[in-house]
């Protein structure tokens, strides 16, 4: 593994189903991300971990949860996906220096 | 509300330059970043400015104006390879990430 890795890299879904994407890092650093990217949008973040165990709520949370039990993982769970969570969703860390993100190679979720 | 500009779309001509504005209205400001996204691949970050003026990296050169909320990327020697989406990001008081569309940029031969 270098860097960050998503799984599924891509997903069609019913809609009422859940769904867990999964995130990966090897670069040891204390803060994730998930953003959703839609055409004509800018990303949009839907939560956030500062450090293992802790995590928080950014723009767009609702229907969407999160867990960082330990430094590297950091997965995604759509309770019951709506169509309106057709997406590409991305995963992203940071050293928590100048701030600098580092981005997974995104899940590109439908659901129907 | 917070909220960044950028044009929606932009075309250029293989080895000439180009200029890709921002501008932004955000609660505070920790600095401002520059992405490159290619076409069905992640963001990748170009630069970062937190102090007013210029900041040149090899063909790509980002500029900012904190008092006018304003920045812009240049991009020199244009090459097919920069045919990508170039997305403005502010980083606001609470150290929260707030982007902007993206600028899709077209290079023609």
């Known amino acids: 593994i270098a860097g960050i890795t998503q799984a599924p890299t891509s997903q069609i879904l019913a809609a009422g189903r859940r769904m867990t994407l999964r995130c990966t890092q090897d670069m040891r650093h204390n803060a994730m991300y998930w953003y959703r990217q839609d055409l004509g949008l800018g990303l949009r973040l839907i939560h956030y971990s500062n450090t293992a165990g802790t995590t928080g709520k950014g723009e767009v949370p609702d229907g969407y949860s999160v867990s960082r039990a330990n430094t590297d993982d950091f997965p995604l769970t759509l309770a019951s996906a709506v169509p309106s969570q057709t997406s590409v969703y991305f995963c992203?860390?940071?050293?928590?220096?100048?701030?600098?993100?580092?981005f997974g190679e995104g899940s590109r979720l439908t659901v129907l | 509300g917070q909220n960044i500009d950028q044009p929606t779309e932009m075309t250029a001509t293989e080895g000439a330059i180009v200029q890709i504005n921002c501008t932004y209205q955000?609660?505070?400001?920790?600095?401002l970043f520059w992405y490159q996204q290619h076409a069905g691949e992640a963001p990748t970050f170009l630069s970062y400015n937190v102090l007013d003026g210029l900041e040149e990296k090899g063909r790509f050169s980002s500029f900012l104006s904190r008092s006018k909320g304003y920045s812009y990327l240049l991009l020199k020697e244009l090459q097919m390879k920069d045919s990508a989406s170039y997305l403005c990001a502010v980083m606001d008081s609470n150290y929260q990430l707030i982007w902007g569309a993206g600028t899709k940029l077209i290079i023609k031969p």
């Open positions: 992203a860390s940071s050293d928590g220096g100048t701030g600098e993100l580092f």
């Open positions: 955000t609660s505070g400001f920790n600095g």
